[in-house]
């Protein structure tokens, strides 16, 4: 069964290239070419402009689990992390 992952960041303004245009970037050509991969969304809150939101969709929680565990993305969302300060957050969800 197909699931949605929510990739929750914050992002100040001052970061917002070299993260949003540079390294998130990466990770989504990165993640289009993936087994299981359906679709994906970022989107940035109205009311809080450095609340971002990644909306991801799998085919099912195991080809998450696999894109999760790459290597390359690992490391590319250590990079993100570090320039952030804190740690992305992640929420999977199920169809009901």
């Known amino acids: 069964m197909a699931v949605k992952i929510l990739i929750k960041r914050r992002i100040p303004e001052d970061l917002r290239e070299p993260v949003c ?3 998130i970037r990466r990770l ?3 993640a289009v070419v993936q087994r299981g991969y359906i679709s994906g ?3 940035r809150s109205v009311d809080h402009p450095e609340e971002c939101l990644v909306i991801s969709t799998w085919l099912n929680a195991a080809a998450w689990s696999i894109w999760q ?3 390359e993305r690992i490391e590319i969302q250590k990079q993100i992390d570090i320039i952030l300060g804190e740690p992305t957050g992640y929420e999977m969800y199920e169809y009901i």
């Open 69 to 71: 565990a790459n290597p």
């Open 21 to 23: 245009d540079g390294l």
């Open 41 to 43: 969304e970022t989107l």
């Open 28 to 30: 989504r050509k990165l």
